[in-house]
């Protein structure tokens, strides 16, 4: 089995408990180096941090959790309401790739996660263009 087929990449993350790992180191280091995209989060940002783990798990072939609580999520448009720019999206897959360098994931997996999460992310960078100009 590769990553990409059936839950092989949601096995190889740890499941549940470490995608939970995995928001949590993301958003401490966006904490700790990422003041900008960091205050654009509201709250206290645990919301943020249910969504996102939530939302991961089905994006990595486990349960739906997103859907499960939140309902239906179309992703770009879910950020439309930001100005997310080159820099921006760059700043939050550099976060992601100290996170998961964090979790100590095999080198493979981890280029794996960065270059599956680049296409959302540029999707929403594109999106977010698109509303501004
Ligand atoms: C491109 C850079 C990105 C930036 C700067 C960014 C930033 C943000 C911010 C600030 C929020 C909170 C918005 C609000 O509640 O007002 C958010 C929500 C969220 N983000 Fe991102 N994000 C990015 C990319 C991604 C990617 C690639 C994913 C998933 C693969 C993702 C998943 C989510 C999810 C699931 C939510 C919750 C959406 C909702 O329920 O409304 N984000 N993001």
């Not at 080159?86 to 550099?94: N, T």
Request: charged content about 25%; overall charge neutral; hydrophobic content about 35%.
């Amino acid at each position: 089995m590769q990553y990409g087929d059936a839950d092989t990449t949601y096995k190889a993350a740890g499941c549940a408990a470490g995608i939970l790992q995995l928001v949590d180191h993301f958003y401490d280091i966006m904490q700790e180096s990422y003041p900008v995209i960091f205050s654009w989060h509201p709250g206290d940002n645990s919301v943020s941090r249910d969504k996102l783990a939530r939302f991961l798990s089905g994006w990595m072939g486990g349960p739906r959790r997103y859907k499960d609580k939140y309902g239906p999520i179309n992703l770009p448009h879910a950020h439309a309401h930001l100005n997310v720019t080159l820099k921006e999206r760059d700043q939050w897959l550099e976060c992601m790739a100290k996170a998961l360098e964090r979790m100590q994931y095999p080198m493979d997996l981890q280029s794996y996660l960065i270059e599956q999460l680049t296409v959302p992310a540029e999707r929403i960078r594109q999106v977010c263009a698109s509303r501004t100009s």
